[in-house]
C-alpha cells in the first residue's frame, strides 16, 4: 500500500497523460471528417493537415508516456518532459500568432495560464528530487534483476 501512496502522484500525472493522449486523437478523429462532429471545423487546407498530424503525433506521444509513467519508466517521465513542453509551445503558438479564433486579449491571456498550470505543474512535480529517485529506483531494480 506504501508503493500506491508513494506513487499516486506519479499515477494522476499518467492518468493526465492519457487524458491528453486520447483528447488529442479524438480531435484528430473530427476534424478528420469521420466524426459526427457538431463543430465546424473552421481551418482547410495545408493548415488542416498541419493540425491533423500533430493531434496524432502528441496523441501517441502522451500515450506513450502514460504507459511508461504507470510502469515507473524513467523513459515515460522523459518522454512526458519532451512531449509536454513541445505541446505547451504548439498550444501558446497556436493561441498567440495562428489567431486563428481572433481570440480577445484577456482570453489569450487566460488560455496561456491554463496550458502552463496543467503542462508545467506535472514536470515540476516529475524533476523533484524524490519523485526521480522513484524512477531511477525502478530502473536499478530492473537492471539487477537482468544481471543477478
Do not use: C, H
Amino acid at each position: 500500500m506504501s508503493t500506491l501512496r508513494q506513487n499516486f502522484g506519479i499515477y494522476i500525472i499518467a492518468l493526465w497523460s492519457l487524458v491528453l493522449g486520447a483528447l488529442n486523437l479524438i480531435r484528430l478523429f473530427y476534424t478528420s471528417g469521420l466524426g459526427f462532429s457538431q463543430f465546424d471545423v473552421q481551418i482547410s487546407g495545408p493548415l488542416l493537415y498541419v493540425y491533423q498530424w500533430t493531434s496524432l503525433i502528441f496523441g501517441l506521444l502522451f500515450l506513450a508516456s502514460a504507459f511508461g509513467l504507470l510502469r515507473i519508466k524513467n523513459w515515460g517521465r522523459l518522454l512526458f518532459f519532451a512531449a509536454a513542453t513541445l505541446y505547451f509551445i504548439v498550444s501558446i503558438f497556436g493561441v498567440w500568432v495562428t489567431d486563428l479564433g481572433d481570440l480577445p486579449l484577456q482570453q489569450k491571456i487566460l488560455l496561456t495560464g491554463r496550458y502552463a498550470l496543467s503542462i508545467v505543474l506535472p514536470l515540476l512535480y516529475l524533476n523533484l528530487p524524490f519523485i526521480k529517485a522513484i524512477f531511477f529506483a525502478s530502473d536499478k531494480q530492473i537492471s539487477g534483476e537482468n544481471n543477478g
